[in-house]
């Protein structure tokens, strides 16, 4: 006779089974969210945006940067890991609009890290860019995974049996955001906060 730990072990197992196949199955649409990341990443890197928009990119830089002073480590980490979980969560679930929300989020974010890119570049030369490797080397992982399931969950609506397809892609999503993506999300919040904290 089993144990209740054997049997909750072989349930987790069987979680982490189905939400690895359900990605596996998802892939290509994480492959066009890190497409669609990777293309705006180079517009804001060559392309400068206007004036405008500029000034509210630094104003937005301004705010996290006020909103993190006299952080200690575990506070910066749980700012950094609350805010990611966050957008990645929404950034899913609001797919369900047509997969127009996870998009938008990817064009925002690609364009962001390319002009920043371009910034530190501009003055600190090519290699700054080593620095910024270990900020997202799990965290745009978890977002290329939560955005492209969130272009998928959209695809309901050319399935025969829409409320079906529906409650299975949100399922199965779900299980894929709790066991893969959060773990990615804390290690990419331990990181950064380290780093943050540590390096300044």
Known sequence: MKSKSTKSNNIVLEKYKSGFNFLRDSRKFVYYAIGIFLFFSFVGYFI???E???EK???IIEQILKETEGLNQWEL???IFFNNLQSSFFGMVLGIFIGIFPIFSLMINGYLVGFVSSLSVSEAGFFSLWKLLPH????LPALFIS????MKIATFVFQKR???SLRVYFKNSLTVFFLIVIPLLAIAAIIEGTLIYFLG
Not at 136 to 139: D, P
Not at 147 to 150: E, T
């Open 48 to 50: 400068p945006p206007p």
């Open 52 to 54: 405008a928009i500029a």
């Open 57 to 59: 990119i630094f104003e």
């Open 77 to 79: 980490t749980s700012y």
């Open 136 to 139: 997202g080397i799990f965290e």
């Open 147 to 150: 955005l492209g399931l969130g």
């Open 162 to 164: 829409k409320l079906e």
